[in-house]
């Protein structure tokens, strides 16, 4: 074994799958100096993880990517649920983009990762390394003390202020603090069916809820399809994986027999979740952190969250000389939220797997009732049973509204905003990487005085006007916009018109306030933002003329 010499960074990342490229892109696109390693020589190129949904497509957006992502997906598909027969008994075709994206898009995994690994070039703060091993680890006060196993087999020392395990289900580095994965496997065992063309025109896709054998088929770019079917009891997975069996599966579902199958393989999916995301300098994230059943298309985008939350944690940690209330809050609001997605993954599993004819009958004529009262036939038709991103802990200070009416500690909604001349954009493409206080009313301008202006912006927030659709903004000492797409006027948000929201760098609202009494804020401030530049305090005004022009 030869040594060479020790490596240093900020920032070390294991695993270069989709949550790990992404924490390194963010990071990157923050300045971080950052090592991302992978001990395979190349990325995964089975197509694994088929939708994105809108959330990841926001922290996408947030790494300057979502338009070269949205490019390789098939945008905005539903599903469908068909009974024995055929017969569509439930239909989810979700219109709404409250978070500026479709809820649904599909994709190819390797393609996404390709993506994310060439966008890595953009940096020059980040640093990755293929056919790069870790082997073992140690910490202190101070830094992650990590020995990495280089392509040639020469061992280097590489010191980080940080370690984050992307390193996926079976992670080294969880196992080797002692952390524990909690929760269940499923028994059934599934085979996937990934097809080079499809006949089959249906644009959405189509769950066949069949108590003899369940099935998913999905959408895929460039023509391309999934199944997946459900084993019965005795079939094994080397009968399963033989052309013969595959083909008949295929011919009892639609017209795709006969198609060039790219790869055929079964899995047993998990529903389990690690006893602890955090121990002091390392943190784990993606499936290192939880696995999820495919139900619900939840497991990749629940990791590309972990990255989202945790990116810019890091980047402020760095700065700070008291930054554990900053990296603590990372355990304190993502497990509950991605349990949530995990056990919708499990309620999903339910409905597409009837245990018997009754109980598929018992579904089936559930799903009709819904039909006959519009607000519960809207709650399943427009996915509104995904539980929303929010949080109950963590860096959020709540405005004493009931659970059901607050906006603090939800991811705030991006609407297309409207500029004086009416220039129209996403929302997060005029807020800057930075704590955002955001005056929301019908004179913005009015709603600050001069030295509450001063002190937040001197705290490192930027402050954004926006007015309701029907008012159109005024020139002031900020930029002020204006809710074209009419979010902002609905409930819960249309409570909120004479408030200062406070906004953290993913987005979330951390507090909000009556305007006048705005420096309230101030505290906030400073616990989210411990990065001080010239940039941060001059930054009041922002010039229409530089913002971009929606696409």
């Known amino acids: 074994m030869t040594r060479q010499s020790s490596l240093s960074t900020d920032v070390l990342i294991v695993g270069a799958g989709p949550t790990g490229l992404l924490l390194a892109n963010m990071l990157g696109k923050m300045g971080v100096e950052t090592l991302l390693i992978e001990k395979q020589d190349d990325i995964v190129r089975e197509p694994r993880a088929v939708s994105i949904d809108d959330e990841s497509l926001r922290a996408l957006q947030s790494a300057g990517l979502d338009q070269d992502v949205s490019d390789i997906c098939v945008r905005g598909y539903g599903s469908m649920y068909r009974g024995p027969g055929g017969r569509v008994f439930a239909s989810v075709k979700p219109f709404a983009k409250e978070f500026g994206f479709e809820k649904r898009n599909a994709f190819q995994q390797p393609e996404f990762v390709d993506l994310l690994r060439r966008a890595l070039g953009r940096f020059d703060s980040v640093t990755n390394l293929f056919s790069t091993a870790l082997t073992g680890f140690s910490q202190d006060t101070d830094c992650v003390t990590a020995e990495i196993t280089m392509p040639d087999g020469t061992v280097r020392t590489t010191r980080a202020r940080y370690l984050v395990a992307c390193d996926g289900g079976r992670s080294f580095v969880r196992k080797s603090l002692g952390i524990k994965m909690v929760g269940s496997t499923f028994e059934e065992p599934w085979l996937i069916i990934d097809l080079e063309s499809t006949r089959n025109r249906c644009f ?283 979010m902002l006027s609905q409930p819960p948000y249309a409570a909120y018109q004479g408030q200062a929201l406070l906004l953290r760098r993913d987005r979330y609202v951390a507090a909000a306030i009556v305007a006048n009494h705005a420096s309230q804020l101030l505290p906030h401030i400073r616990r989210i933002r411990a990065i001080q530049t010239p940039s941060d305090i001059a930054q009041c005004i922002l010039e229409e003329e530089q913002l971009p022009v929606a696409k």
């Not at 944690?313 to 700070?320: F, R, V």
Request: charged share 25%.
């Open 204 to 486: 959405h896709t189509e769950v066949f809820c069949w108590p003899s054998r369940s099935c998913i088929t999905l959408p895929g770019p460039g023509g391309i399809r999934r199944y997946e079917f459900k084993l019965n009891p005795g079939e094994t997975a080397e009968q399963a994986e033989t052309p013969q069996f595959v083909r008949k599966l295929l011919l009892s579902v639609g017209p795709d027999a006969d198609e060039p199958v790219r790869r055929r393989q079964v899995y047993t999916f998990h529903a389990r979740m690690a006893e602890r995301w955090r121990d002091r300098r390392v943190f784990l994230a993606g499936d290192a952190a939880h696995l999820t059943p495919p139900f619900a298309g939840q497991g990749m985008n629940s990791g590309l969250r972990d990255a989202h939350n945790l990116a810019w944690k890091l980047h402020e940690a760095l700065h700070s000389s008291t930054p554990d209330t900053l990296l603590c809050s990372y355990e304190q609001e993502r497990p509950p939220h991605a349990w949530q997605m995990i056990m919708l993954a499990m309620r999903m599993g339910r409905v597409m797997m009837p245990s018997s004819r009754i109980t598929g009958a018992l579904i089936r004529g559930a799903f009709q009732a819904l039909k006959i009262y519009r607000p519960a036939r809207d709650y399943f038709a427009q996915m509104k049973y995904k539980p929303k991103p929010r949080f109950h802990d963590g860096l959020i200070w709540p405005d004493g509204r009931s659970r059901n009416s607050t906006l603090v500690g939800r991811m705030f909604p991006q609407p297309v905003v409207a500029t004086r001349d009416d220039r129209r954009m996403l929302l997060d493409n005029v807020l800057p990487d930075q704590p955002v206080v955001l005056l929301f009313g019908t004179t913005p301008e009015t709603m600050l005085s001069r030295k509450d202006l001063s002190a937040l912006m001197k705290a490192g927030a930027a402050i954004i006007g926006i007015t309701p659709e029907g008012v159109n903004p005024r020139q002031a000492d900020f930029i002020i916009l204006r809710d074209h797409s009419r």
